[in-house]
C-alpha cells in the first residue's frame, strides 16, 4: 500500500513523536500562568489529552504497522478502532484547552465576567469571533491546518452523531468477487457437514483473495475514506505545532506586561 518513501516519512515521525509530545507536556506544565484557570486548562487539559494521543499514536502503529501487508487479526483492529477513537476526540479537546488556557491567561474580563461565553471559545474555523482576538502568527499556522481539521471534524462528527468510524477489515477486487461469492457457499456447505477443517481451508482461501488497505470508513459503502497512518501523523504534527505557537505568544505577552 505505501510506496518506501513514505514508510520512510513513518519511521522519521515514529522516532520523533513521542520526543515532541513530552517537550511540549514539559512547557505546558512548567510554563508559570499568571492566572490559576490557565494552569488547569494547560496542565490538567491539554497536557493530560496530549499523553492520551501520544499512547493513541502508539497504539495504531503498534497493532496495525504501515509495513505490513497483511489483513490484521480482529484484535489488532478493534484495537487500532479504539485507538483511532480516541485520538480524534481528544484531537479537538486538546485545541479547546489550549484556547482556554490562552482565554484564561491573556482575555480581561472582571470577576465575574468573561469576554467569550465557553461555546465561542476555540481554535477551530467556526470560532471566528475567538480567532480574530489572537496574534496573526497564531492564526497562520490556523488557517494552515483548517482543512485537515475540517476532515477531521468530519470524523468526529459520525464518531459522536453518525455510524462510528472503523478500520476497513479488507478490500475484495472485482475480479475475486465470483471466486470470493462460491467459497461462501462452499463454507457454509462445509459447516453444515461439520467438517471444520474443510470450512478452515476456504476461509483461508477467501482471505488470499482480498487485500488490505490502511483506511478508515464512515459508510458502509465506504464512499467516504481516510488513510488513517497519515491521517493521524499530520493530525498530530499540527497540535504540536499549534501548541508551540501558542506557547511562544504566551510568553511574549508575559514579558511586555
Known sequence: MYSLESLEIFRSFLEQYNTQSMAIKERLIMFGFQQHEATKFAKYGAARR????TNSVNLVFHHIPPSEQIIPQDSDRDSAN????????????FLDNLAHTWNSEVI??????NLFEKKYIGLQKKNKSFRKILPEVVREILRKHDNLFNDASNIRD?????LPPYVVPFI???ENEKRYKKLDQLKLAALRAGDVERHTELEAEQKSLCLFHPIISL????EKTYIFHELIRQLFLALIEIADVVLVELKKLQ???
Open 158 to 162: 459520525h464518531l459522536a452523531h453518525k
Open 50 to 53: 496530549l499523553s492520551l494521543l
Open 82 to 93: 479504539l485507538a483511532i477513537h480516541s485520538f480524534i476526540i481528544n484531537s479537538f479537546g
Open 219 to 222: 459508510d458502509v459503502q465506504n
Open 255 to 257: 514579558h511586555q506586561r
Open 172 to 174: 475484495l477486487p472485482a
Open 108 to 113: 480581561p474580563r472582571d470577576k465575574n465576567e
